[in-house]
RNA sequence: GCGCCCGUAGCUCAGCCGGAUAGAGCGUUUGACUACGAAUCAAAAGGUCACAGGUUCGAAUCCUGUCGGGCGCGCCA
């Protein structure tokens, strides 16, 4: 459990008193199945438990009866009663709770307390995660596709970073292969026109215009070019490619910064090839057992393990295949010491999951070790229209546009306030016209609004600090303070579930639990001791705003 | 044909290791700025949770089947 969770501490503690009382009933088992939550309506009170209705099966006896007891054994605990106001059946057998305004409070102050800190677990001791996303191909600009994964695989980090875990991301640089070589070609050819060279552009080469721009970039720098003719030599094409590769990847590189999406490390798949790590995998793979020659190619057998059939290691060609070095990409992640391997995939690459796990398998790895999410495709809509995106004819939105469009924070908000399972839909036009409408400028108008307060508190010299006792508190208060103190418990769970939505739909609830305290519980022009209460109050909802704000990358403005 | 994902309000989607009267935003209608920011709040209207069975005290949630949509099923990456 996250420390200062206090929810969960509070059902721990119901949990133990009622260890006893379980074990009478013959099912001391359901100590670890208290489950509390926040019921959906506020007649029935702040949180509620459903265990007797759990536990009537296996006790046989109705759940009403059952709650009885559980509530009698919570009155009878030595610190639950002080904790709590009131405590109800109702309804088929929940127990209703209502907590005490005191308890609340030194909840919310001891969240204040711990400023920026508050929702943090501490170091986990569950290994080192490796997290690996985006992985695009350097043959082009990143497009709207990438930024979903982008954005959703950066948030990730940062929860993952903020409720414990050791990760580390990772972008894999496919730059091998044939999408690379038609790459090399097509920028030769555009170079070529430039230089009065007629190099014929490939068949399925990349006919966007941006292959035009990188061939200008690379005729502006003035670097030694192996002699042109239209048949490429082997160093022509090796310059191209080498070029390319590197003026895409500093493309990338600069706009993922711009959408604040930063990579630990960048691995280049051409370097398992110069350094040997694709053949040492396909030996080791050979020295198994697990790879067999058929048909003149070398096959691993991974349908043994659960695949629909076997996959190539080398084809007939002798070349390795993309298969046989992601086997040894992944084999060095182990080497390199991580425990957990989370790659988030594409839709289209969820065919592939059975022969890597296989794969695992077949090297005596744990295919638990390797958790693959796979995320839902970005369908780009003009005027209600599906459209095609294609890098080759250069038709796509990317994730510049998408930028510039309609800014860092509504791009990032939006593309993770859905579930990564869901196919979006994104319409540029109606983005931009919407923009203005993005929820995300409502938590972010939240936030400046605290701001704005807590700046005319300072010039007013309204005091925060509250005391110990507050005596009542109204019911957008309790609201506030409950919603605030769920923190802990959905980071928890948007990590858990590598959810980052969960996080963005908390953002908008706390932001409307905000904003009806605001209207309803003046704050600077209470009482003393009241406006010192809702000063700390404001300053906890700034706190846990710019946390949840800051763990699906979007900013925490003072002002908009 | 097989596999994975999805089908919830007019639209975009939450909720899914079962819980009480199924939620939010947008859109529509109507109110609230002589209180700290109206990018806000309050209220109304809007639903066979695709369909049909099953499991049980209880199903949007789990199981089976059907229909509809997306993606995949290469010696491409």
């Avoid at 759990?54 to 009403?64: C, M």
């Avoid at 910064?257 to 798949?269: A, C, G, K, L, T």
């Avoid at 084999?331 to 991580?338: C, N, S, V, W, Y």
């Amino acid at each position: 459990m996250t420390p200062h969770d206090f929810i969960g501490q509070l059902a721990a503690m119901i949990a133990t008193a009622c260890e006893g009382l379980f074990s009478s009933w013959g099912a001391p088992q359901l100590a670890s199945r208290i489950s509390i939550e926040r019921p959906a309506s506020r007649e029935h009170g702040d949180l509620a438990l459903n265990i007797a209705m759990v536990a009537a099966g296996t006790a046989g006896r109705p759940p009403r009866e059952l709650a009885e007891e559980v509530i009698d054994a919570i009155r009878a605990d030595a610190a639950l009663p002080a904790l709590l106001d009131s405590v109800e059946i109702a309804g088929p057998g929940f127990i209703n709770i209502t907590l005490a305004a005191d308890a609340l409070a030194a909840a919310a102050r001891e969240a204040l307390f711990l400023g920026p800190g508050f929702g943090r677990a501490a170091a986990h001791d569950g290994g080192r995660i490796l997290l690996e996303f985006v992985s695009a191909n350097p043959t082009g600009p990143l497009h709207a596709g990438h930024a979903r994964y982008a954005a959703y695989g950066d948030s990730l980090r940062r929860i993952l970073a903020f409720t414990g875990h050791d990760v580390t991301t990772e972008f894999y640089i496919n730059d091998y292969g044939t999408q690379m070589d038609l790459f090399a070609r097509s920028l030769a050819s555009r170079y070529g026109r430039l230089t009065g060279v007629d190099i014929p552009m490939p068949e399925e080469g990349y006919a966007g215009a941006y292959t035009e721009h990188i061939a200008g970039m690379i005729h502006s720098r003035d670097l030694d070019v192996p002699p042109l003719s239209a048949e490429l030599t082997p160093q022509a094409l090796a310059f191209f490619r080498q070029q390319g590769r590197d003026l895409v990847l500093e493309e990338m590189r600069s706009i993922l910064e711009r959408f604040r999406v930063f990579f630990d490390n960048w691995y280049s798949e051409t370097s398992l090839y110069e350094n040997g790590m694709t053949e040492g995998a396909i030996k080791a793979l050979l020295q198994a057992g697990e790879a067999v020659e058929r048909d003149g190619a070398l096959w691993l057998q991974t349908s043994a393990y659960g695949d629909d059939k076997d996959r190539v290691l080398i084809r007939g060609t002798g070349e390795p295949t993309y298969f046989a070095s992601d086997i040894a990409y992944h084999r060095d992640k182990l080497e390199r010491g991580f425990d957990q391997l989370v790659n988030i995939w594409g839709a289209d690459h969820h065919g592939y999951v059975g022969r890597m796990k296989a794969a695992f398998d077949a090297l005596s790895h744990d295919p638990g070790r390797l958790e693959i999410v796979i995320g839902q495709l970005v369908n780009v809509m003009e005027m209600g229209e599906r459209k095609q995106m294609s890098k080759r004819a250069g038709t796509m939105v990317t994730l510049e546009e998408l930028i510039d469009s309609i800014g860092v924070d509504a791009a990032r908000f939006f593309l993770v306030d859905r579930s990564h399972d869901t196919t979006l839909d994104l319409d540029l036009e109606k983005a931009k016209l919407r923009s203005e409408e993005n929820p995300v400028y409502y938590v972010q108008y939240a936030h400046a609004r605290i701001c704005s307060i807590l700046a005319r508190a300072r010039e007013e010299g309204v005091a925060a600090g509250a005391g110990d006792s507050y005596g009542d508190v109204t019911d957008e208060e309790r609201s506030l303070i409950l919603k605030l103190l769920e923190l802990p418990r959905v980071v928890e769970n948007a990590a858990a579930y590598r959810a980052p939505n969960r996080i963005t739909a908390y953002g908008r609830e706390l932001a409307a639990a905000f904003h009806v305290f605001y209207h309803n519980c003046p704050v600077l022009k209470a009482p003393a001791a009241s406006a010192a209460f809702r000063l700390d109050l404001c300053k906890l909802t700034r706190n846990v705003i710019a946390t949840t704000l800051d763990l699906v990358g979007v900013s925490a403005p003072e002002s908009m």
